[in-house]
């Protein structure tokens, strides 16, 4: 009560480290010092929360002694740790010096940036990319630099989107839940009441993870795989739902491809354009393109369209069942081609179970070290139970082939009837965040129409060593801690540092990778930060950032620091609020 009542104002504002969260809090300041950190409201309730690291963040780490208050220069070897104060404009102007020098000597390619998710809003996030296209530099995408990659490369060929989920929400009503490698209680704690809600309303609680973790701790059964194997964990349990014919038959018919006809010669997805007669009943200016099935009947169909659309509080409900007869799920047909050949089809049901007949439950036990009894009836639950919804965690993705695991559960909930429906979904991440990133206006991104060279941050390393496809002279880290992050630091270090004539490093606090930097420039904290958009990777929320207290020291944010630095290349007017 005593802080509360001193103190000189409260500002609503968002905290956003990397646990995708994004909770929005009532900062309460005096004197430009937080004192009091409160969860703020929100149209629903449900989101109102706040965790320790929040508030440490802005208790502690915010004025921490380690703080970096000023522009600093090395003095000494790289990774000495050797620097003096410097100003703002001797920084920007050393930055600038060097990008011409080196865009004179090897192309404005040479200069090149890349970030992490050390700050979640749009502003910042996408600043480093803004930038390398205004000087026309290389910009690292950082996509699969945490190993997240295998979410896509999982998503993508299934469902054709880079990632999708339910709300957490969207649980309570949920009879059955599955969470493979996902720590909620210790990684996503803000999220962690929405399963304890959904468990009080009668939800089943199933966790799939190596290690004991206080998420597995809380669950009604607790499974542990060999690391790495969640992909034949879940081939047995398609198998054995599939052998049982215990799949939702009209659902797969109707909202898979399986019953798509694959060329035998291709194995590509046979379309109407190749076919010698068009499918009775085709309409003129009908797709040529479109996939064909095999009728009830046993005639060649154009397979039908089922598009789904997503509102803010997860997928509309599926249409009610169609009184128009499935096509074939099971069936083997001499098609002929406009080119006149004749060639064998069958549907991709068909060449489906060619790989999950190789894996009954008894070799899967094998692979991942669980019961093959415990993987019949974990693989039978599941398929009798309605709703179940399967959730993932960024564990799959640690290993070789991890976006196989995300392929193999997005077919087996969608063998259940479980994909686009309320209380289910094969869910990893979704919510305001990604569509957000994906759908920024292209003058955002390409001030003037400039664009810079994209090549990919899991190569950067690579990229710098070989001068492949060209050499880099200059790299640029803003919101990404790579020293303690990325998995190959020491390479760097040996190998692609002596290559950079120019190695800036924008930060909070000293760490690993700026303790190797040429420059080290001091970026505020999002409570320090003003007007920056914060979606959320966890719900369709998105907030606006308002600025709590003034910056520490000198410290400044991304987009005026990058602003600086175009300024005196001529670029200035990219930069303008």
Same mark, same amino acid.
């Given at each position: 009560?005593w ?8 500002v609503?504002? =968002? ?11 009532? %900062?309460?300041?005096r ?36 703080r !970096? ?51 979640y ?23 699969g ?20 989920s339910?709300? +957490? ?37 199933? =966790? ?50 399986l ?29 040529p ?12 169909? =154009? ?30 047909v001499d ?19 060619? =790989? ?22 974990? %693989? ?7 709703? %179940?919804?399967? +959730? ?7 290993y ?39 759908? !920024?206006?292209?003058d ?50 040996r ?17 690993? %990778? ?12 999002y ?5 920056? !958009? ?40 990219? +930069?303008?609020?």
């Amino acid at each position: 009560f005593w802080i509360r009542s001193v103190a000189d104002r409260v500002v609503r504002t =968002v905290c956003s480290p990397n646990c995708s969260g994004t909770c929005g809090v009532d %900062a309460h300041v005096r004197d430009g010092r937080i004192v009091r950190l409160e969860p703020a409201d929100f149209p629903d309730p449900r989101y109102r929360r706040i965790c320790l690291k929040g508030i440490s963040m802005a208790l502690q780490r915010v004025t921490a002694p380690e703080r !970096l208050l000023y522009p600093l220069k090395r003095v000494g070897a790289r990774g000495e740790g050797r620097f003096e104060r410097i100003s703002w404009d001797e920084a920007f102007e050393t930055i600038a010096r060097e990008f011409r020098r080196i865009g004179a000597e090897h192309g404005s390619r040479a200069c090149a940036w890349t970030t992490m998710t050390g700050n979640y809003g749009v502003r910042a996030t996408t600043a480093p990319n803004r930038i390398a296209n205004s000087l026309e530099g290389t910009w690292f995408s950082y996509l699969g630099l945490m190993g997240d990659a295998g979410c896509s490369m999982g998503y993508l060929p299934t469902l054709g989107v880079f990632s999708t989920s339910n709300e +957490w929400a969207d649980l309570v009503g949920c009879k059955l839940t599955i969470v493979f490698a996902r720590n909620v209680a210790d990684t996503a704690h803000s999220e962690m009441h929405f399963l304890f809600d959904a468990m009080e309303a009668g939800m089943k609680l199933v =966790v799939v993870d190596p290690r004991f973790s206080r998420t597995a701790a809380k669950a009604d059964r607790w499974l542990a795989p060999r690391p790495g194997t969640d992909t034949a964990l879940i081939l047995g349990m398609i198998h054995e739902i599939v052998a049982r014919g215990l799949h939702d038959d009209d659902f797969v018919r109707r909202h898979t491809n399986l019953p798509f006809l694959v060329r035998d010669d291709t194995l590509t997805l046979l379309r109407v354009s190749e076919l010698a007669t068009a499918p009775p009943g085709l309409h003129a200016g009908a797709d040529p393109n479109a996939y064909v099935v095999l009728g009830a009947d046993g005639t060649l169909a =154009v397979a039908p369209p089922s598009h789904r659309r997503l509102d803010a509080t997860g997928l509309e409900p599926l249409p009610p069942p169609s009184d128009e007869p499935a096509p074939r799920l099971s069936a083997t047909v001499d098609v002929r081609l406009a080119d006149g050949t004749t060639v064998r089809c069958r549907t991709a049901w068909d060449h489906s179970w060619d =790989v999950w007949r190789e894996f009954p439950a008894e070799r899967a036990a094998e692979i991942c070290e669980i019961d093959a009894d415990t993987i019949r009836a974990l %693989a039978v639950e599941y398929a009798t139970t309605q709703p %179940a919804a399967i +959730w993932l965690g960024q564990g799959l993705q640690r290993y070789h082939h991890g976006h196989l695991a995300f392929r193999a559960a997005i077919t087996l909930g969608a063998l259940c009837g479980n994909v686009g429906r309320r209380h289910a979904g094969v869910n990893w991440s979704d919510g305001a965040m990604f569509r957000l990133y994906f759908n !920024l206006p292209p003058d955002w991104l390409e001030p003037g129409g400039r664009k810079g060279t994209t090549l990919p941050g899991t190569r950067m390393i690579d990229t710098i060593v070989r001068e492949d496809p060209y050499p880099i002279r200059a790299l640029w880290l803003a919101g990404y801690g790579f020293g303690t992050q990325s998995p190959n630091f020491d390479r760097f270090v040996r190998e692609a540092l002596p290559k950079l004539d120019l190695f800036v490093v924008t930060e909070q606090v000293m760490t690993p %990778a700026a303790e190797y930097a040429d420059l080290v420039l001091p970026c505020v904290s999002y409570y320090e930060d003003d007007y920056d !958009l914060v979606p959320s990777a966890e719900n369709h929320y998105v907030q606006l950032r308002r600025q709590a207290i003034p910056p520490l020291g000198e410290s400044k944010n991304d987009y005026q620091i990058f602003a600086g630095v175009c300024e005196r290349l001529g670029q200035g007017t990219d +930069w303008v609020d």
